[in-house]
């Protein structure tokens, strides 16, 4: 099922996309299936979270979207147009213009021996975004200005090293914004920041959204930075899209029990812990999979019909799905979810 964004026209569409890596050596090669059929749609302006826990395929679905490497299966449309027929290295360099990938560890990304200048100005001369000396300078001292690096003139004679963490993941901001584009792929982009700094990034994200009209797809692992940030969630779970909602509906309203699981390690506003089902035990396997749901193992509801088949996709309404055998598609328990929730126009009239 494809979560379609309500209002916007989409900018990326993901059809089906899957993954498998070839692992192992010699006559032992093995397939391990990274992501199974995401399906999904990014509008624009719009922000999607990306969360589970590692290994479960996050950083893959942005890989393959950034077209870092060629998915195994599956269409990724971006702005209407099939872009893994667009082959040739012109479109493609046109796309990656488009799409910015930001990294989780903005010291691996940026080049030692280069200066912070060098680093803006090879994506703006790459991509023909300035065609003299002083047009350069000048579009790499607005940049650093944009990412609220000041004074930008110092900042740019510097070296990587020379600079904080979060000012190193602001340079890495500037470098995507330098090519103009209209997503930007943010694995983990805080994860490795000191805690004191995060909130500032995820701020200057959000601006670069209003300012700019990006899209972003965002990635954590922590699910609570994901409500701050997003307009919708969704799950993963050893390579499974599990369920989509908007945020709010997501951290309110969860159906499937990960997510329960994922959130019950979230203090609540009162700051008790809430716990309710049991810590996680044990990794699921990627490589010759069981059949059924990979949460089986661990899902405190866990069926006999779970362990036979992945569930289809229940559509729980206002924007929220989930696959999980507790709601099958079309039964009472999924179109009873939002049930003690106020229905809009009650809520309007009490206004
Ligand atoms: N290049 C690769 N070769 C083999 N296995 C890989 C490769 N990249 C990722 N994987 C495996 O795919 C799974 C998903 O990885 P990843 O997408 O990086 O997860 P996440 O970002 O959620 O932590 C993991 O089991 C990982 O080991
Ligand atoms: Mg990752």
């Known amino acids: 099922m494809t979560m379609t964004h309500p209002s916007a026209s989409p900018v990326l569409d993901v059809v089906s996309l899957g993954k498998y890596f070839t692992v192992g050596g010699g006559l032992r090669t093995q397939q391990l299936r990274a992501l199974h ?6 509008g624009e302006r719009e922000v999607i979270a990306l ?3 590692s290994g479960s395929g996050k950083s893959t679905i942005a890989r393959l979207l950034a077209r870092l490497m060629p998915p195994s299966s599956g269409k990724i449309l971006f702005k ?9 290295s012109r479109a493609s360099l046109a796309y990656r213009g488009q799409v910015q990938m930001i990294f989780q560890d903005p010291f691996g990304s940026l080049n030692p021996v280069h200066t912070i200048g060098y680093h803006l100005e090879r994506p703006l001369l790459l991509h023909g975004k300035a065609n003299n000396p002083a047009v350069l300078r000048e579009k790499v001292h607005s940049l650093l200005t944009t990412v609220d690096l000041n004074p930008a003139a110092e900042v740019a004679a510097k070296f990587p090293h020379q600079l904080s963490g979060g000012q190193r993941q602001r340079v890495a901001i500037a470098r995507a914004l330098a090519v103009d584009p209209s997503v930007i792929l943010a694995d983990e982009p805080i994860s490795m920041l000191d805690v004191s700094i995060r909130m500032g990034v995820l701020n200057l994200m959000e601006r670069l959204k ?7 797809l965002y990635i954590t692992h922590d699910i609570a930075s994901a409500r701050y940030v997003a307009d919708r969630t969704m799950v ?3 390579g499974h899209i599990v369920e989509g ?12 029990p990960y997510t329960k699981l994922l959130l019950s390690a979230v203090p609540d506003p009162q700051g008790s812990i809430r716990s309710e ?3 996680r035990s044990g990794t699921p396997k990627l490589i010759n999979p069981p059949p059924g749901c990979p949460f089986a193992d661990r899902c405190p509801s866990v069926m006999n019909t779970c362990r036979e088949q992945m569930p289809e996709t229940a559509d729980l309404g206002s924007g929220h799905w989930v696959r999980c055998h507790l709601f099958p598609p079309g039964s009472v328990a999924a179109s009873a979810h939002h049930e003690r929730k106020v229905p809009a126009s009650v809520e309007a009239a009490a206004v």
């Open 37 to 42: 059929d995401a399906s999904f749609s990014l």
């Open 51 to 53: 969360v589970g826990e």
């Open 80 to 88: 209407g147009r099939d872009i893994l027929k667009e082959e040739p």
């Open 210 to 216: 209003e300012e700019r009209g990006i899209s972003y």
């Open 236 to 238: 993963m779970y050893a």
């Open 245 to 256: 909602a908007p945020s709010e509906e997501l951290m309110q309203q969860p159906a499937h």
């Open 277 to 279: 089902l049991p810590a």
